[in-house]
């Protein structure tokens, strides 16, 4: 990266990870070849990317978010630069996105709009605005958590408080 590195996260491998940063790009390193990294995306004017999600059930697929953008990106590494589709139903700036850790199609986002979102791209629509699930919290969600081993809860982070919900 030419800027600061924002966020990292691993393939379900052991020896592909991605990061996002200042520069506006998300790119997937291999362990076993450090010097070199793959540029997947490249964000519009090199906006800052802030957050990387992997999916742990089908690794071909990563989520993304710029920072201060209410829509989050999801990529395939077999098109590089090209998003398969964004989800926009959040109306304040994103903080967080992790994909279901028991399927490949359901991914949860969090924002500064209170809102922690579980959405299904199964559909395979460009552009995804209406999400599965909605859950509104008492403060701007921070961060969140998909339990991998209690698939069905979900932690979020807001004000002083963290709350486990069952999904």
Request: one cysteine or more; proline letters at 4%; aromatic letters at 8%.
């Amino acid at each position: 990266h030419d800027k600061e590195v924002y966020d990292i996260a691993f393939a379900c491998g052991k020896d592909i990870f991605g990061t996002v940063g200042a520069d506006g790009s998300l790119r997937m390193f291999d362990l076993r070849s450090l010097e070199h990294s793959t540029i997947l995306y490249e964000s519009k004017d090199l906006a800052p990317l802030l957050r990387l999600s992997w999916n742990k059930q089908d690794p071909n697929y990563l989520a993304t978010i710029h920072t201060d953008s209410h829509k989050a990106i999801i990529l395939d590494i077999r098109v590089p630069g090209v998003p398969v589709a964004e989800l926009v139903h959040h109306y304040g700036a994103l903080n967080g996105i992790v994909w279901a850790p028991h399927s490949p199609n359901h991914i949860c986002t969090i924002a500064d709009d209170r809102q922690a979102l579980i959405w299904d791209i199964s559909t395979k629509s460009l552009v995804i605005e209406d999400p599965i699930l909605a859950f509104a919290a008492e403060g701007e969600i921070n961060q969140l958590q998909w339990d991998a081993s209690h698939e069905d809860w979900v932690a979020i982070c807001f004000q002083q408080c963290v709350q486990v919900l069952k999904v």
